[in-house]
């Protein structure tokens, strides 16, 4: 027995799904969603759908590639030239996890439509393009609904954030919030917020200056070897707008009851308050170890 497979469309349905998963994974993990990287990996996707018909593997050959893809389409997605290794893994885990379920979703979905005799198919034993999408919409929301609401369910956990800059250590104690959304415009990394006098000890006295006026045109005359280390981080809040100074560390640690990770992130000297006590920086919630 002989079927026909069409290209052109497997390449479509596969690049929509494969768009439609890495979106959802920038939504979870709280990444830096470029569309231009976001389009190309779900070409390389869609792409690799079709090529792998003609490969000539067994079903577990065939299962390396899927995953080294998938690597390669995150790598793709998300690329930052320093990122960490942890983070990497994190996103290839999660993207897998949500095609995975977006999977599992459109199958049930069908299955059950499919008991109301409706007309899901055309031609043959092809799906048609209106269920496809139909299907695909109501599983990406599902998804999303469903990260979210573990997303604050895992929220405001208390860590231990070990900062290292210019061979200084400070160790604070941080809530995770999945209201911080700050993030670096040139790395598209995290930044955590941190008291500024708990901070103090690790910066430099230029640095210093300029985190204490809350001044970044302070930062006009800093030494050469500390300009690659700032950068200017919009912060918008109810109470308006603001530029705050961002610090690119040597290392962050954070740690708690599920061990600890070195993450890649920045941090940004400030005043808080209205903190519980003992807590003197705010971690971004997809930081949440």
Request: aromatic share 8%.
């Amino acid at each position: 027995m002989r079927g026909e497979v069409y290209a052109d469309l497997l390449f479509l349905i596969n690049f929509s799904m494969d768009f439609l998963c890495l979106y959802l994974t920038s939504r979870f993990l709280r990444r830096r969603m470029r569309l231009a990287l976001i389009t190309s990996a779900a070409i390389v996707g869609g792409i690799y759908s079709v090529v792998s018909l003609f490969l000539p593997f067994g079903k577990y050959e065939l299962l390396l590639c899927d995953i080294a893809v998938c690597a390669l389409i995150c790598a793709i997605a998300f690329h930052s030239p320093d990122k960490a290794i942890s983070q990497f893994i994190k996103e290839v885990f999660v993207y897998l996890l949500i095609s995975m379920t977006l999977g599992g979703i459109m199958t049930a979905l069908f299955n059950l439509l499919n008991r109301l005799n409706l007309p899901l198919k055309q031609g043959g034993d092809s799906i048609s393009s209106w269920l496809f999408l139909l299907l695909a919409i109501i599983s990406g929301l599902t998804a999303l609904g469903s990260g979210n609401i573990l997303r604050r369910m895992s929220a405001r956990r208390m860590l231990t954030v070990k900062i290292e800059f210019d061979k200084k250590i400070v160790t604070l104690h941080g809530m995770t919030d999945t209201g911080n959304v700050l993030r670096d415009p040139a790395s598209g990394k995290p930044v955590i917020i941190t008291d500024i006098k708990s901070t103090l000890p690790i910066l430099p006295d230029p640095l210093r200056r300029a985190a204490m006026a809350g001044r970044v045109d302070y930062l006009v005359n800093i030494p050469t070897k500390y300009s690659n280390r700032v950068r200017i981080i919009p912060s918008v809040t109810v109470s308006g707008s603001r530029l705050l100074l961002g610090v690119v560390p040597d290392k962050i640690i954070l740690s708690g009851e599920r061990g600890e990770s070195d993450v890649s992130a920045l941090f940004a000297p400030m005043p808080l308050t209205s903190m519980p006590e003992g807590c003197n920086a705010i971690i971004p919630g997809e930081l949440n170890i």
